[in-house]
């Protein structure tokens, strides 16, 4: 999804947005763009489709007839302030006229997450007062408002300078130059500067301009008349300011700024923040001037790099024995589930629900579906799991004491928070805790939820997520245990027994991934297929969904999972031995049903590959690829293991298919627009 980065500093800003945009590019994009106030104080913008190198490759060879505005001389493409983007497409075709950022008039450029709603109803007020418009966004009417405010402002300003400083001046309607052309009148400009130092210019002309807009935005904003000023606003995309010394910058997520600084500022739903390079002020969403705390990420520039692995992807699924243990660290002593795991509250939250709703989107809504099997059969805890992007826009019935659970490991994702957002107004007369499941603290879902889990999985930046599945199921099996216990539906021996299934975990995961080699060898028989068939019974059966959905994501096979019992209900029909059909096979009370499902595959001539448990001995004949991917799996530790190999299956495909395993096309690592 788009990426926002942008700064202000004593020193030339490009290099650090550019840096800030690479390391954005795992939220998937298709364009990008940068836009800076060059030593003349005038807008100087370069975009580019497709990657980020093109963009840089386009900075480099930049000559000065290039440049959207006038230049006067042969100078670099160099600023201290400057806003940057990677757009992925939501109005408009990708192209590089529909990238950000977007300007006006020369005097403005903005760069915005999210959709403007309203922006069809604005683009017909604003082409009747005569401005022209040269992309299909939403986010050009962003940039004509802020040029119609801060005009409007000037104006005002103008009209009370104009007797004193200027006779001549007579205060503008809107002007509607095209891009590229000269800028307003510099006689005004002048008087302006001279009122500046005590006006907020462009703060004004955007906090009046976001009165304007419905939906959802995270914007960045420069102006050539307050060319010191970064504004940056945000209501329903995350935005966040990194604090420098001397310089302070702006950007989706942390990740972009770790390698310029790690103190953060997290804006607030509704906030707007005045940066410049000394002081960072933020108004709330009344005007109020606020103060928000600055927080140190303990991460890295390092954990966001490759290192030895060719993806990320790879990087990750390799990652997951210490993810693992990051993520029950301080969570469990040797036989028990600290349920202040959850919240000092917890306990008490959870002694008085009776069911479960879980909500969530893509491979977090999979991890849910593994909980929903634990909670009804380990607890008897009845347990709902639903898509947000369904569950928002219907009447879900939703008792009194449900535990309303959402699972992400953005924190950021659209449909997931509107339906938190939705349930937080039946709280006012129903009891309905609500707690995230997450893997970015300060994330819009953790600001919003009762409780949080803070999954330890480190930054994921391949776009199919791995690592942040396997610790969400950690942190389920915690959640499973905590409720369990609370609610006095668990015994000692239960809970100690998970404890140390999940103790073993790192080690079970460790030794899947030793299976590599192998599973390169059967990714081969996956490379002419155009279809693939997954199937698992119980638990196994989310794996498998979550098994198909890593292949098509990234290796653009269509996969489709099925429960193994439902065969015979329909995709008995597409099995010949063109189709490879993948089974997880656990050591488990479905095995001899799960064999019978696997004979009738057998007896269509399908082509079976089996993951299996080293007691499930189910042998390699003519027709079956069997792998003994694990051994002794508890009922926990089954489907996080067995997912293991599932992911490295996925991977090893993509490869040999040659597609763009970390951003695979069309997808978005963090889904912030519906
Ligand atoms: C996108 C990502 C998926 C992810 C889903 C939900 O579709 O590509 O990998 O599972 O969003 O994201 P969340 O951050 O809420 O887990």
Redesign the pocket.
């Known amino acids: 999804m788009c990426g926002i980065v942008g700064g202000v500093a004593e020193r030339n800003i490009v290099p650090i947005l550019l840096e800030g945009l690479k390391r954005l590019e795992y939220r998937g994009y298709d364009s990008s763009g940068i836009a800076i106030l060059d030593t003349e104080e005038q807008i100087q913008r370069i975009r580019s489709l497709g990657k980020i190198k093109n963009l840089e490759q386009k900075i480099k060879t930049i000559d000065a007839s290039n440049l959207v505005a006038r230049r006067r001389d042969d100078q670099n493409f160099q600023g201290k302030i400057g806003i940057a983007h990677t757009r992925w497409a939501t109005h408009g075709v990708p192209a590089e006229n529909n990238a950000h950022p977007h300007i006006c008039n020369n005097r403005v450029a903005v760069v915005h997450n999210g959709i403007i709603e309203n922006y069809q109803q604005l683009k017909t007020q604003q082409l009747e007062q005569g401005y022209r418009f040269t992309s299909e966004t939403d986010t050009e009417v962003v940039a004509h408002c802020v040029h119609r405010e801060l005009v409007n402002v000037i104006n005002n300003i103008t009209l009370s300078n104009t007797t004193s400083v200027s006779p001549n001046v007579t205060p503008t309607v809107i002007p509607s130059e095209a891009e590229g052309s000269p800028t307003d009148n510099t006689q005004q400009q002048k008087i302006l500067r001279q009122a500046q130092d005590d006006s907020d210019l462009l703060l004004q002309a955007v906090t009046n301009a976001l009165k304007h807009f419905e939906g959802a935005y995270a914007l960045g904003v420069v102006a050539t008349d307050d060319p010191d000023t970064l504004i940056a606003a945000r209501k329903g995309s995350p935005l966040v300011i990194g604090v420098g010394i001397g310089e302070h910058f702006i950007a989706s997520d942390v990740s972009a700024l770790l390698p310029v600084t790690q103190s953060f500022i997290f804006l607030e739903e509704g906030d707007v923040a005045k940066i410049t390079r000394e002081v960072v002020t933020i108004y709330d969403v009344n005007g109020e001037q606020v103060e928000r705390p600055v927080k140190i990420s303990n991460l890295t520039a390092h954990a966001v790099e490759l290192g030895e692995h060719r993806h990320y992807m790879h990087k990750e699924i390799f990652e997951q024995p210490q993810a693992v243990i990051d993520t029950l660290e301080g969570r469990i002593t040797q036989d028990h589930v600290l349920v202040s795991a959850f919240g000092y509250e917890a306990e008490a939250i959870f002694k008085t629900i009776q069911q479960i709703q879980i909500i969530?989107?893509?491979?977090?809504y999979h991890s849910g579906l593994v909980a929903k099997y634990w909670f009804e059969d380990i607890v008897g805890v009845p347990c709902q799991v639903e898509v947000a992007s369904e569950y928002r826009y219907r009447n879900p019935v939703i008792q009194d004491n449900t535990l309303f659970v959402t699972i992400?490991?953005?924190g950021e994702?659209a449909d997931?928070l509107a339906a938190l957002q939705q349930i937080k107004l039946l709280k006012k007369v129903k009891n309905i805790p609500t707690l995230t499941i997450c893997n970015v603290p300060e994330s819009s879902l953790t600001r919003e939820s009762d409780l949080t889990f803070l999954t330890h999985a480190g930054p994921e930046i391949g776009?199919?997520?791995t690592k942040?599945f396997t610790t969400q199921l950690v942190a389920l099996s915690l959640l499973l245990t905590a409720v369990g216990k609370s609610m006095s539906l668990m015994s000692e021996e239960q809970e100690q027994k998970i404890v140390h299934g999940l103790q073993k975990l790192p080690g079970l995961i460790r030794k899947a991934l030793q299976h590599e080699e192998k599973i390169i060898e059967i990714a081969q028989c996956f490379a002419e297929r155009e279809s693939a068939l997954f199937l698992g019974r119980g638990t196994m059966y989310p794996i498998a969904m979550e098994g198909a959905l890593k292949l098509k994501e990234i290796s653009y096979i269509h996969a489709e999972a099925y429960p193994a019992g439902e065969l015979k209900h329909g995709p008995l029909a597409l099995i010949d031995e063109h189709i490879p059909v993948v089974t997880i096979a656990p050591h488990d009370d479905l095995l001899e049903k799960l064999k019978s499902n696997l004979q009738e595959v057998k007896a269509r001539g399908g082509q079976m590959i089996v993951f299996e448990d080293e007691q499930s001995n189910i042998s390699s004949e003519p027709g079956f690829r069997v792998i003994k991917a694990t051994t002794n799996v508890g009922r926990i530790t089954a489907p996080i293991t067995f997912n293991v190999p599932l992911q490295l299956l996925s991977y090893h495909v993509a490869l040999i298919k040659g597609t763009d395993v970390d951003q695979p096309r069309n997808?978005?690592?963090?889904?912030t627009v519906e």
């Open positions: 969530a989107c893509g491979t977090s992400s490991q953005s994702t997931t776009v199919a997520s942040a997808l978005a690592k963090s889904v």
